[in-house]
């Protein structure tokens, strides 16, 4: 959980809101010549950086919590250096368990140092003021004693939304405070947000189905889970470890034998005549069946033992711990007891016309039954593992019979489990027959083509408003859009290089032009605003500025910004930049395109120039990145005079935008109207003004970090027509008639349709093994400034690819660091910052790489996942176009708990920009 809170906070928590802790700081900083530590129970996310936080002073010097006795010891003798180094006048403060305090005097030569106590000392306003700042919102109890209590609750608000009680966590037995978790029996009292965000941490993303359960099938999935994160050393604690560590020590032929004796009895119950004796792959002599007596008294805790020719009664006992019966098994083995059920349903489904009415109902009961505990194996191993098994072209007609029993009896609530596909195909199936609907047999009888995409667009959105207004809506619906959906997908990307050479096809390259005449052109580029972004504004009605045109413009693939910007910029598809991400390749040197400081020359290879010579008006308090450093190389675009503005909330932004705005208009009706200016001036003014609200998605998340869906674009809508009405105004000193065009880089897939997609084909879920497992990818060299004493840089910086053994670049390292932090830091101390890691270029949901090996046979082995698409640009491009390509088509890796919407893949969500142009009369 902790390390699932720093992952989450990583690049978005503010630190300095700690500094309100004015009290706490004066009681470290007031300290000269000692140590002092913050006394905890509990581990401390971000131990170090808080405390730097809240001392800001280069006079004392912040250590890492230890978590055990060693490395208590290690700090202590750290701090003593660092205070004789500096005779004394110094001070040294850390975090550190009550239970290692105690042991200090049990460290050799601490007799002499001064071993102090520091408590959050503030007042109650200046804790929850601190407290509302770091977490967007008041801690609900009136005072805080603890630091590192109010630091933890502080994190957990800011990730989740929701505050978290430190009396519903426990840590390990074994004393160590570096890691902790939420007890089983603490979930239900714990808030439903922090709730979430721990089990997705521990591998249980699928709150719905999880809540489904029944407590003892939580229990077993929560317990095998907890195993798998953290061990036994939390495990342990949890009332079913013994059954689970039981099980999981007995040899795998019995454990084989259990798991058969269940299966077998779940899918022919009253029929179930088999033995042990039949059932087992190895000899039950005497020494194997006590084994197996004393096994399953222990793991049923009762004194029954096996019946040995009647076993049904015991495998009926053992479905109580059915998921952690089937924690350890294998794909294979697992397809083979799948396949056994089968023959028996199978039957079942042939004759189920023939049976009565109660007889075919208690059918259908038993398969749901078999279903609801297979769920455990879907949350526990992964909802693919199990659809493995239970392949569409050899279930889907099987299940449909039984969904087709449970609906005659008007039992919709029998075989309701989303997380098998060949069950919701065979759904799907059953619906279709019974439910006329004429929008969708609209949606199932509609074309793909990239002609009717706006119509299914429109109707996709109209969908999702619905639903999140609880109008009800179909279940066949939902089926046939995301249907049609994945296939809009599908044909996206089969046509993408067309959509980027063909003008029938808008694409972002298209996007910057001219204007006709003497009109003057006014150009808004949006982050990640796309095309359904303003769909849904309509459907709610959140958009009241009615655009003269809507164009549907293509984003690159992937959809990310960086490429995006580029080829907004320059004119130019990705393709031709080679710019896939924020660090593109050149050869063997790695360009970073985000808060970069190059030379003025570090962009004099490039050579191409492109027919996008604009007046570019940029932020330069928002505008930190390199993308448009890179565009002024390759298009001339000119930047505009440096502004500082606050941008702390969304009118800030939009009156920060308009007052530049106003300021470059003002010049260039200077020029244009002076006769005493020099013509080359008159002529560097643009008839083509182009804006770029950089982060502007980032922007408004951190603006509505908890918001619902519906109040998202309600603010989005406000903002548009606010600024749309405030740079008309701005614009009237422009003599001539003026459009004003507001385009996007990409569209985004909400949180809302990823999660409904997803749902419905669990297999499309995007991992991380899908890459490495596949293609072989080069290495770089990646300099890693979180830990580095001798600097406060805490990113990571892609240096150079590493193609050989040979030492680190150490005076390229050197070269990113400023004279200060670089005075006196030696070589040997680079390089121990320094790693070699694989190169992956990744954004939300792609991943490009090179590869030494030019044989791209490898690429086919892509294609084995679904939902996942390849795409190997192909032409030359100013940087190195990649070998290797693969985009997740919706999912995204380290989700966190608030993002509204996600971009990077190749849904249609997310490739389809947006241009909406406003005419002057």
């Known amino acids: 959980m902790k390390e699932a809170l720093e992952q989450s906070l990583e690049d978005s928590f503010d630190f300095t809101a700690f500094q309100r802790l004015t009290g706490t700081q004066d009681a470290i900083t007031d300290e000269t010549g000692k140590i002092l530590y913050v006394p905890t129970d509990l581990p401390v996310p971000f131990d170090k950086r808080v405390l730097s936080a809240i001392v800001d002073s280069d006079d004392v010097r912040v250590l890492s919590m230890p978590v055990d006795e060693w490395e208590f010891q290690e700090t202590i003798y750290t701090g003593i250096e660092y205070l004789v180094d500096n005779d004394g006048d110094g001070t040294v403060v850390f975090f550190c368990p009550r239970s290692l305090v105690d042991s200090i005097q049990d460290i050799p030569g601490t007799a002499f140092v001064h071993f102090d106590r520091v408590q959050l000392d503030d007042t109650t306003r200046t804790i929850r003021d601190a407290f509302e700042r770091g977490a967007g919102t008041e801690p609900r109890p009136s005072t805080i004693d603890d630091l590192a209590e109010f630091t933890l609750r502080a994190f957990t608000a800011a990730a989740t939304g929701a505050e978290l009680s430190p009396t519903h966590i426990q840590t390990s037995t074994d004393d160590r405070l570096d890691e902790f978790y939420i007890p089983y029996d603490t979930l239900p009292s714990v808030p439903t947000a922090v709730r979430e965000f721990f089990l997705d941490s521990v591998g249980i993303p699928n709150t719905e189905l999880f809540d489904s359960l029944d407590p003892a099938a939580q229990q077993n999935v929560y317990t095998t889970r907890l195993l798998a994160r953290y061990g036994d050393r939390f495990a342990q604690n949890e009332p079913k470890y013994h059954v689970a560590a039981e099980i999981q020590g007995l040899d795998p032929e019995l454990q084989h034998l259990y798991r058969t004796l269940v299966i077998k009895w779940l899918a022919q119950r009253r029929l179930f005549d088999s033995t042990l004796t039949e059932l087992a792959t190895t000899a039950l002599d005497r020494d194997v069946i006590d084994t197996i007596q004393a096994s399953y008294q222990q793991i049923t805790g009762q004194d029954t033992a096996v019946n040995i020719q009647e076993p049904g009664h015991a495998a009926e006992t053992l479905t109580q711990h059915f998921g952690i019966l089937f924690h350890t098994v294998d794909e294979d083995e697992f397809t083979n007891l799948v396949n056994t059920v089968r023959d028996q349903l199978s039957s079942d489904s042939q004759q189920i016309e023939d049976y009565g009415p109660d007889q075919a109902l208690n059918t259908v009961e038993k398969v749901d039954t078999l279903l609801n505990l297979l769920a455990e194996v879907a949350l526990i191993k992964h909802p693919r593992f199990v659809n493995a098994a239970f392949p569409k072209d050899r279930w889907t007609d099987i299940f449909e019979q039984f969904i087709h029993v449970a609906y005659e009896n008007d039992r919709e609530d029998l075989l309701d489990y989303r997380y098998l596909t060949a069950l919701n195909q065979a759904r799907k199936q059953e619906l279709r027959e019974r439910e006329a609907e004429d929008l969708a047999e609209d949606i199932r009888t509609l074309e793909v083509d990239l002609d009717t995409l706006p119509d299914f667009l429109d109707q996709w959105t109209s969908f999702l408003a619905d639903t999140r207004e609880d109008e009800p809506v179909s279940d066949l619906l939902q089926q046939e859009l995301i249907d049609k959906y994945d296939s809009y997908c599908a044909e996206l990307v089969d046509r993408y290089d067309d959509i980027v050479t063909d003008d029938n096809w808008l694409h972002l390259s298209d996007l910057l032009t001219e204007p006709d005449d003497d009109r003057v052109k006014f150009t808004v580029i949006l982050d990640s605003v796309g095309y359904t972004d303003y769909l849904l504004l309509n459907q709610f009605g959140f958009l009241t500025t009615e655009p003269d045109s809507v164009d549907l413009a293509f984003s690159n693939m992937p959809s990310y910004t960086p490429s995006a910007i580029s080829t907004i910029l320059t004119g130019l598809p ?286 086919s082995g892509l294609h084995q996942f679904d939902g996942v698409d390849t795409h190997q640009p192909r032409g030359d491009g100013i940087f190195d176009l990649p070998d290797v390509g693969l985009l997740s088509r919706y999912d995204i890796k380290n989700r966190s708990g608030h993002d509204h919407g996600y971009h990077g893949g190749t849904s249609i969500s997310e490739m389809a920009a947006l241009r909406l142009t406003y005419q002057d009369a």
């Open 574 to 859: 990705a393709e031709a930049t080679g710019i896939y991400s924020w660090q593109p390749r050149r050869g063997d040197d790695i360009f970073v395109l985000q808060h970069s400081s190059y030379d003025p020359d570090a962009f004099d290879f490039i050579e191409e120039r492109t027919e996008n010579d604009f007046h570019l008006i940029q932020r330069p308090q928002l505008n930190s990145s390199g993308i448009s450093r890179f565009a002024d190389q390759v298009a001339d675009i000119r930047f505009s005079s440096d502004l500082t503005i606050e941008a702390d909330h969304l009118d800030a932004v939009r009156n920060g935008f308009v007052d530049e705005v106003e300021s470059t208009l003002n010049e260039r009706h200077h020029v244009l109207n002076n006769d005493d200016v020099d013509p080359e001036a008159r002529a560097a003014q643009r008839s083509h003004i182009v804006l770029y609200l950089e982060d502007f998605d980032k922007i408004l998340h951190e603006m509505l970090s908890f918001a619902e869906f519906e109040n998202y674009y309600n603010t989005l809508g406000n903002f548009l027509d606010a600024l749309l009405e405030d740079l008309r105004e701005a614009t009237t000193i422009i003599e001539n008639p003026v459009d004003i065009e507001v385009i996007s880089d990409h569209g985004k897939l909400t949180r809302y349709e990823m999660e409904m997609i997803l749902n419905e084909r669990p297999e499309h879920e995007f991992t991380q093994q899908m890459l490495t497992e596949t293609v072989a990818l080069q290495h770089a060299y990646r300099i890693n400034f979180r830990d580095a004493e001798f600097t406060n840089r805490t990113d990571l910086q892609f240096v150079t690819v590493a193609t050989d053994d040979s030492d680190p670049p150490v005076d390229r390292i050197r070269a990113l660091l400023t004279e200060e932090d670089a005075d006196g830091v030696s070589d040997d101390t680079l390089r121990d910052v320094t790693e070699k890691v694989e190169y992956l270029q990744s954004g939300s949901k792609f991943v490009y790489g090179w590869r030494t090996d030019s044989d791209a046979t490898s690429i």
